[in-house]
Structures are given as structure tokens and as C-alpha cells.
């Protein structure tokens, strides 16, 4: 029953869009599911929903992320899989100009220090085990020139695609597979936050969707089960494009 059946795996930002579709996704395909969230509410939720463990984290926090994952390991015996999919895409991260020291920090941080983080903790699992999946969450925006003026979320997610390259090809050879999942703009409460804030932006960036429309976190999580499943046995450092066409056109 289902690709991933019996692997233990790892969802952060559970509670919401993508990472709570993978959480659905990932328990239809047989996986014991981890679901990690700062928001204990709406990952309480999810997890509760698959018959899955919760666990309360701020991805950004070392001591956190380093329990969570030691934790893990400790209940389940192994670690299979790490989607680190946590992220923010604040409104008021816009223009160069206007994007101040601290915002740009908190989107790196958020962003790709808990990239960093995750994989740095779950890395020495994977290695006793000799295998295991990570898929870190990126984005379109970071393949593309123009593709928003958010520049420390660009610049974020261009962190997350370099750093996933990297160890990609450092773990090659001991059956740990890193890749990294570029989603399009997806219907979501990040996206759809944002583009409250600014509904122009909406419009603007709907145009330059080949496929005319915003995708679903459940097309999102299609692909990391397949990223996560044996099925992508022969992948690693690559950048999967999942985005109805836009870095395309
Ligand atoms: P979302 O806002 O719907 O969900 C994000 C979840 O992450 C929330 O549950 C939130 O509580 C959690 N979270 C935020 N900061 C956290 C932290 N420090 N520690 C732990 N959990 C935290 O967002 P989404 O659209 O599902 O985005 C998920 C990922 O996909 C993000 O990395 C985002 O940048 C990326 N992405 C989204 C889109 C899109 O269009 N929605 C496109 C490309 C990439």
C-alpha cells in the first residue's frame, strides 16, 4: 500500500498549504508523518488528521530543529524523509529600496537558515542509515529575473537551490538524495495574503502563467512524493520545476 509505506517523514510548515497537502498526501502513500509547525493550532490539526505525531518548532530556532530531528529519531528508530518546507513571504519585503535590514534578515533566517538547519540535523540520521530523501522547499522566483520584486524572498529561496546543489552532491555516494522543488505560484494563504495586500500583483503575475492559472498545493504535493518516493531513485541536486509553464515561456 502506497510508495512511502513504513518511512518516517518529516513535514515543516505542516499546517498549511503545501506542507499540509504533502502531510495528506504523504499518509495516503503508507508514510508515518511528522508533522512539524510553529502554529500548534493548524499543525495540531494536520497531524491529528493523518493519525500523525505533532511537533511545535520554529525551524529558524538550532536547539528546536536539532531536538525535533533527534527526537525523531529517537521515537521511530529512522528517518526517512525531510521535506523542509517551512517558509514566509512577507508583504513588506518589496523593493531593494524599501526592504529594510531586519526584514531581509528574517526572510533569510526563516527561509534558508532552516534549510541549512534541517538538513545539518537530520544529515548525521540519514548517514547512520545510509539513506534517505530531503527535498527542500524553493521556488520559480528564484530561477528568473522579474519574476517579483520580493528581492529578500528571491534572494532566499536562490540560498535554498545553491545550498541543495551542494549537498546533493556531497551525500551522492552514501544513498542520501537532496533536491530541491521550485514551485509556481500556488493557491495557498501565503499567496493569497500577499496578493491581499496588493491585488494587482495577482493579476500581473497570473499573466505570465502559461497554464493561466495558480496551481494547487495538492499538484505540489504530487511532486514531493514522487521526490520522496524511491520512483526518483536516480535524482539528486536537481531543481524540479513544478509551475504551469512560466520558467518555460
Ligand atoms: P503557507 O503560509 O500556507 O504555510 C506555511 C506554513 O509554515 C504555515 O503553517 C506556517 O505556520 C509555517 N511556518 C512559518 N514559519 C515557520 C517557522 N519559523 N517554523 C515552523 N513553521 C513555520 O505557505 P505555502 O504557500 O504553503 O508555502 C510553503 C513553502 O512553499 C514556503 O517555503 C514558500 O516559500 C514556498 N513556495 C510557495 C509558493 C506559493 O505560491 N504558495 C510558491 C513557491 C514556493
Known sequence: QGRLRDRVAVVTG????????????????????????VDA???????????????????????????????VAQRYGRVDVAFNNAGISPPEDDSILSTGLDAWERVLRVNTTSVYLCCKYVLPHMRRQGSGSIINTASFV????????????????????????????????????????????IATPLLTELFAADPERAARRLVHVPMGRFGRPAEIAAAVAFLASDDSSFMTAAQFVVDGGITGA
Open 142 to 185: 528564484a530561477l528568473m529575473g522579474a519574476a517579483t520584486s520580493q528581492i529578500a524572498y528571491t534572494a532566499s529561496k536562490g540560498g535554498v537551490l545553491a545550498l541543495t546543489r551542494e549537498l546533493g552532491v556531497q551525500f551522492a555516494r552514501e544513498g542520501i538524495r537532496v533536491n530541491a522543488l521550485c514551485p509556481g505560484p
Open 41 to 71: 493550532e493548524t499543525g495540531g490539526r494536520a497531524a491529528e488528521e493523518v493519525g500523525g505525531e505533532f511537533v511545535a518548532a520554529d525551524v529558524a530556532d538550532e536547539t528546536a530543529v536539532r531536538e525535533l530531528f533527534d527526537g
Open 14 to 37: 505542516a499546517g498549511s498549504g503545501i506542507g499540509l497537502a504533502t502531510v495528506r498526501r504523504f499518509a495516503a502513500e503508507g508514510a508515518r508523518v511528522v508533522c512539524v509547525d
